[in-house]
C-alpha cells in the first residue's frame, strides 16, 4: 500500500466539514461534505441514467435479442456490484481517518503517488471531460430537433445550436459547488423517467401502428465484422452503466457516511433498471436492426414525425434539460482541477481573488468542449471508444483491485477470485473493444466532415 504524500491534499480526517485545514482549493470548494445518502442517489442517478442509454438499442443491432440482453444484465450487476466494492474501500479509509474525496487520492493511497497522478488522475479527468463533450453534443441536437419539429424548413446548423446549449452550461458551470447541483439533479432524476417512459411508449405505439418499419432482428456484420462488432456494442453498454466519480459523489456526503452510500446506490439502480431495460427493449423492438445512435432519431423518418408533435416536444425538452444537469455533473473534476491549480484556499470561496480565475478557466472549459463537439459530431463511435479506453478500467477494472489490495482477501476466498476474473476479463474487453471502436472509426472515417450538420 502506497504512502500518503503531503500533497495527497484530498485525503483528511474523518469529522468536521472536509477538515479543511488540509485541503486544497479544489477539494474544499467544489467537494463539500454537506448531503445526505438522498442528495448521493440523485448525484448517482444523473451520472449513470443520462440520454446515453438512447443508444442501447443500437447496440442490441450487434448482440441480438439474446445477447444484448444478456449484456445488458451482466453490465448491471457489475457495476453495482463494482461500485459497492468502491464505496466500501472509501468508507474503509474514512474509519481509518483517511477520507478519500477523489478517485486519484484513492489510487495514490493504495497503489503509489504515479498511479494517482500519471493514471488514475488523467484516465478520469479524460473520460468526465469527454463526457461533457458528448452530452454538449446532445444537447445541440435536442435543440436542433425541438428547432425542426417547429420549423421544418428551418436553415439552422447543427453547430449553432451546440453554441446555444454551451452559452448555457457556461452559466449554469458557475455553480460553486457538486453539493450545490442536488436540487437540480433531483428535478432532472423526474425528467429522465418522463422522458425514458415517453420514448418507451412511443416505441411501442409506432412498432403497433400502420406506420411500424419492417423489422429485421438479424445481428448486423458478417465474419470479422460482427466479432467486432460485438465488442462495440460491449463499449456502449459499458458507457451507459459507466460512472467513473464514485469518491467525488461519496465526497459529498456529510459525516459519519456509513452505509449512506449503499442507499443512494439503491435508488439509482432502481431508476436505471426501469430505464436502461424498457428503452434498450422497446427500441430495438419497434425498430430491429434499422435502430439509430439515439433512438430518438428513428421517430422522424424523411422529416416527417411518426408521433405528434406535442409527444416529441415533452421528449425532447426533459432530455434537453436532463442532459444539462449530465453535464454539469461531469463538469465537477474538471472543476476540482481548475480551483486546485488557481484558487487560493486560505481566501473566501467568493473572493475577488477566486472568483475571477474560477470565472475565466471554467468558461473556457466550456468554450473547448463545445467547440470540439460542434467540430466532430459522431457521438456512437466516440462513445464507443471513451467506453472502452476510460469506463471500463475506472469502473471494472480498479473497484476489484482496490478491494483486494486493501482488505487483502485470502486466494482462496470466493471474493478474491469473483474480483480478479471481473478484472482480468475487463483488461481483456479494454484492448479488444479500444482496437473494436477505432477500427470502426476508421470505417466510417469517409463519412466524417468537420462542422457536420447531422
Not at 411501442?204 to 460482427?226: C, F, L, M, Q, W
Not at 453498454?237 to 456529510?254: D, L, R
Not at 476474473?421 to 466524417?448: C, E, F, H, N, W
Amino acid at each position: 500500500m502506497g504512502s500518503v504524500a503531503i500533497d495527497s491534499a484530498g485525503i483528511f480526517p474523518e469529522g468536521g466539514e472536509n477538515g479543511s485545514k488540509n485541503l486544497d482549493a479544489g477539494a474544499l470548494f467544489v467537494l463539500k461534505s454537506r448531503g445526505s445518502w438522498q442528495h448521493c442517489g440523485y448525484h448517482l442517478t444523473m451520472a449513470i441514467v443520462s440520454p446515453v442509454l438512447l443508444s442501447l438499442p443500437l447496440a442490441f443491432t450487434l448482440l441480438g435479442w439474446s445477447g444484448g440482453v444478456l449484456c445488458l444484465t451482466a453490465a448491471g450487476l457489475t457495476t453495482f456490484y463494482s461500485y459497492n466494492l468502491l464505496s466500501i474501500v472509501l468508507e474503509h479509509f474514512a474509519l481509518l481517518g483517511r477520507r478519500h474525496l477523489r478517485f486519484r487520492d484513492m489510487a495514490h493511497d493504495i497503489l503509489g503517488p504515479g498511479w494517482g497522478r500519471y493514471f488514475v488522475g488523467p484516465l478520469q479527468l479524460g473520460m468526465c471531460y469527454f463526457a461533457v463533450i458528448a452530452c454538449t453534443l446532445l444537447g445541440g441536437q435536442s435543440l436542433k430537433y425541438i428547432y425542426l419539429l417547429t420549423t421544418p424548413n428551418g436553415s439552422m446548423q447543427l453547430h449553432q445550436f451546440i453554441a446555444i446549449f454551451g452559452g448555457l452550461t457556461l452559466i449554469m458551470g458557475q455553480m460553486p459547488s457538486f453539493h450545490s447541483l442536488r436540487h437540480i439533479n433531483l428535478v432532472s432524476l423526474f425528467l429522465c423517467l418522463v422522458y425514458c417512459a415517453s420514448t418507451t411508449a412511443g416505441a411501442v405505439y409506432i412498432g403497433h401502428s400502420y406506420k411500424a418499419p419492417k423489422t429485421d432482428y438479424t445481428v448486423t456484420g458478417e465474419g470479422i465484422n460482427r466479432v467486432f462488432g460485438i465488442f462495440n456494442a460491449i463499449s456502449i453498454i459499458s458507457t451507459a452503466y459507466g460512472n467513473g466519480i464514485i469518491p467525488e459523489i461519496q465526497a459529498t456526503i456529510a459525516p459519519p457516511m456509513a452505509g449512506k452510500m449503499f442507499k443512494g446506490l439503491l435508488v439509482c439502480y432502481s431508476v436505471v433498471i426501469s430505464t436502461f431495460f424498457s428503452v434498450a427493449i422497446s427500441g430495438y423492438w419497434a425498430f430491429g436492426n434499422q435502430s439509430q445512435p439515439s433512438i430518438l432519431s428513428n421517430f422522424i423518418v424523411d422529416g416527417v414525425p411518426l408521433l405528434p408533435k406535442w409527444f416529441l416536444l415533452v421528449i425532447y425538452v426533459s432530455t434537453l434539460v436532463q442532459i444539462s444537469a449530465v453535464t454539469l455533473v461531469y463538469l465537477q473534476p474538471t472543476n476540482v482541477v481548475i480551483d486546485r491549480k488557481f484558487a487560493d484556499p486560505k481566501k473566501s470561496e467568493f473572493s475577488t481573488r477566486n472568483m475571477v480565475p474560477r470565472l475565466v478557466f471554467r468558461s473556457l472549459a466550456v468554450v473547448v468542449a463545445a467547440t470540439v463537439a460542434a467540430m466532430l459530431p459522431f457521438f456512437g463511435d466516440m462513445m464507443a471508444l471513451a467506453g472502452a479506453l476510460c469506463c471500463i478500467p475506472l469502473d471494472f477494472v480498479m473497484p476489484m483491485v482496490f478491494y483486494n489490495l486493501t482488505f487483502k482477501p485470502s486466494r482462496r476466498s470466493f471474493i478474491f477470485w469473483v474480483n480478479t476474473v471481473i478484472a482480468a476479463i475487463s483488461t481483456v474487453l479494454v484492448a479488444v473493444g479500444a482496437v473494436a471502436s477505432v477500427r470502426q472509426i476508421i470505417l466510417d472515417a469517409k463519412t466524417y466532415k468537420l462542422f457536420a450538420n447531422m
